[in-house]
T-cell receptor
Framework: AQSVTQLGSHVSVSEGALVLLRCNYS??????LFWYVQYPNQGLQLLLK??????LVKGINGFEAEFKKSETSFHLTKPSAHMSDAAEYFC??????????????FGTGTRLTIIP | EAQVTQNPRYLITVTGKKLTVTCSQN?????MSWYRQDPGLGLRQIYY???????DKGDVPEGYKVSRKEKRNFPLILESPSPNQTSLYFC????????????FGQGTRLTVV
């Protein structure tokens, strides 16, 4: 069974500082991994995805994530936080271990606060 | 514009009064799903559909029903709502759940009193 664990339900960083949001996955087969962002009163939108091509994935708004198989991790980073990055971030995993019954499984989310 | 539209955005109802939350997508996606979002629990899948007339239970299906009579629509039905179904609900659609982007509606905040 697939699952993701997001360490830290709340993360606060100063404006201009490095953003690091942690995600570890569990999957019986090579996974596909995603980061979604949810701004207040909105639905989720895709930030970036890993689908077995390059292990360093670049997304929108300056975010990137690195797939590390040895650590079963897919941490999200941004070199310099901006006030507009304040949102909730979800890591998600999917795989083909249940052909015909594929699903997308989300972590519990990390709320990012930016300190002026 | 590609979008997933949910209605209503906000709903307050009483225990036991049947309600339907509608979801419609204009991207011709085969896959659609309903999630509920609760603090500290993230998004949990309620039901999903892989095509017209093909639906299956997700992780938390109790108390919910769905139907998929047309490709674009995937309504969520609460036959007898209870207070523990107070939550934020999201509909999503995708070409595939495995390696493509899922598109989400704006959410429906449901309160059952």
């Amino acid at each position: 069974a697939q699952s993701v664990t997001q360490l830290g339900s709340h993360v606060s960083v100063s404006e201009g500082a490095l953003v690091l949001l942690r995600c570890n996955y569990s999957s019986s087969v090579p996974p596909y991994l995603f980061w979604y962002v949810q701004y207040p009163n909105q639905g989720l939108q895709l930030l970036l995805k890993y689908t077995s091509a390059a292990t360093l994935v670049k997304g929108i708004n300056g975010f990137e994530a690195e797939f590390k198989k040895s650590e079963t991790s897919f941490h999200l980073t941004k070199p310099s936080a901006h006030m507009s990055d304040a949102a909730e971030y979800f890591c998600a995993v999917s795989d083909r271990s249940n052909f015909g019954n594929e699903k997308l499984t989300f972590g519990t989310g990390t709320r990012l606060t930016i300190i002026p | 514009e590609a979008q997933v539209t949910q209605n209503p955005r906000y709903l307050i109802t009483v225990t036991g009064k049947k309600l339907t939350v509608t979801c419609s997508q204009n991207m011709n996606h085969e896959y659609m799903s309903w999630y509920r979002q609760d603090p500290g629990l993230g998004l949990r899948q309620i039901y999903y559909s892989m095509n017209v007339e093909v639906t299956d239970k997700g992780d938390v299906p109790e108390g919910y029903k769905v139907s998929r009579k047309e490709k674009r629509n995937f309504p969520l039905i609460l036959e007898s709502p209870s207070p523990n179904q107070t939550s934020l609900y999201f509909c999503a659609s995708s070409l595939s759940w495995v390696d493509t982007e899922a598109f989400f509606g704006q959410g429906t905040r449901l309160t059952v009193v």
